[in-house]
């Protein structure tokens, strides 16, 4: 069995225009919006996060007010490296990480990379060894988000048995939540979306894994006003 190897450099993909946060984003990026009562942008929590999992470098690729987010990375006390990157035309989402990892300090070595709105907390060394055991080239974090709506159970014969508040989804998700071999960089587009092209490969080649999230870990995609909501009330009842 390979050792497994734990990254030390990461990609946080944060040029989204966040365009149902708004009016949160009309004047920052996604990333730089705050959760109430964290005192925290997503993105502070992101880096810090990436540092606790031993993460020493790491690349923002910005894009909607990249300035704002720059502006704030070089007067924030990080707890580690970052530069940031600025697509000078659009290159897609598996163009743009491309551009991204590129920049990373040590080109033949493994890395993480996360989507910009992802709030989450759970181990990011348990992911990088799974995802050497498997000997994969990507591993995805996978999670099962709570349906928003209320399920109904019924029994065989039509009778309603039971009224189920935002049951889990019976379905696991891409997380956005990553971690990739340094061969991997080569296999993404240089234009286009990863997801259609690069990803769909590894699948047939049984190259590409998938890491539930543990039981009991924090996760929540930041697309709405509602999920700020939501992760406001989440947080407030994990500190209690």
Known sequence: MQTPTYPTQAVVLAGGQGSRLRPYTDDRPKPMVEI????????GHQLAWLASEGVTDAVVSCGHLAEVLQEWLEGADLPLRVTTVVESEPLGRGGG????AGHLPAPDEPWYATNGDIWTRFSLRDMAAFHTERDAFA????ARPRIPWGAVETDAFGHITDFIESPP?????NAGVYVFSSAFTELLPDRGDHERTTFPGLARERRLAGFPLPNGAYWRAIDTAKDLTEAAKELAAQAR
Not at 169 to 173: F, R
């Open 36 to 43: 109430p009562g964290t005192g925290t942008p997503i993105i």
């Open 97 to 100: 990480l491309k551009y991204a």
């Open 139 to 142: 591993t995805l974090a996978l």
């Open 169 to 173: 989804s019976p379905y696991l998700i």
